[in-house]
């Protein structure tokens, strides 16, 4: 593997930092995160960074400084919290993020210093297009994406989206079937997972217009408040979803051995990757019921 295709990954002291950080930056842009090992929102950073160092490598310098180990660096750039991420560029500190970044928003802040895909700009519009109801020109777009960028498996996944939005289920799982494994079980892949699942279920149920009128003549009846939660789950509507297992939860936490429970951790666990705040509300929710 010649250099330019290898991802470029240091650990970082004060011994190295010049030639590895402030030398390098001025060839590359360079993120150095400060983190602490022990540090579960540290240890998420770093596995986002680290792939897309392996997806851009030669693009920029990933550097990781465990400030335990380097108590000089951390005085120096008065670290307070952690994760804490700084962009080098031409020798200086341009750009300071403090706490965990979602993957997107990492791809956001590498767009800003030239590190991004052509391919992706094309999901961008694809997606704008199909917000707008232009649907087959979204289309259009993602199969010049994937015909350009083959290797982007995220356009494959925009692609699995469409296909649910438009209620072509079978066509969605067809082509989520063909994607590597670790492309399913990563952040929009087990979302997408979720919803085909979701979807599916909710075909045995009675259809969500019946439930809901159902829900009307019987509040009561936990299977109708669970199958509509599973209907309104497969169309998106998380919130409502949500507010028909937290009322089986409250009113009935042993339905089904727990399916509200369980069913609810499923949901939390869909959304930590796209909505962490909204995931830890509803965990935090959850563990108040359960310990009253």
Known sequence: MSDENK??????????????????????PVLVEFMGIWSEPCIKTEYILSDLAKEFPGGFVFAKVDIDEQEEL??????????????????????????????EELRILLKHYGVF???????DQARTKHMAG???????????????????????????????????????QALFDKLPESV?????G??????INFIRLAQNTSGIDSLKVQILSTPNDYQVRFDLAVCLFAQHEIKEGMEML???????????????????????????????????????????????
Not at 117 to 123: A, C, G, H, I
Not at 184 to 188: E, I, L, N
């Open 7 to 28: 991802p470029l990954i240091f650990e970082v002291s004060q011994n190295n930092f010049e030639d590895l950080v402030v030398h390098n930056s001025s060839h590359l």
């Open 74 to 103: 951390k005085q120096q750039f008065s670290i307070t919290n952690i994760p804490t991420l700084a962009v080098f560029k031409d020798g200086k500190e341009v750009q300071r993020e403090e706490g965990e970044l979602q993957q």
């Open 117 to 123: 895909r052509k391919s992706d700009e094309l999901r």
């Open 134 to 172: 232009d649907t087959q020109s979204a289309i259009m777009l993602l199969t010049q994406a994937i015909s350009s960028d083959p290797s982007n498996t995220r356009i494959a996944l925009d692609m699995v989206q469409i296909f649910l939005d438009i209620n072509e289920l079978e066509q969605a």
């Open 184 to 188: 399913k079980t990563k952040d929009m």
């Open 190 to 195: 087990l979302s997408i997972s979720t919803q």
């Open 246 to 292: 937290f009322f089986i939860q409250e009113n009935e936490p042993s339905f089904k051995e727990g399916a509200a429970r369980e069913m609810i951790g499923m949901i939390c666990n869909m959304l930590a990757n796209t909505n962490p705040e909204e995931s830890g509300a509803y965990r935090q929710r959850l563990a108040n019921l359960i310990s009253e």
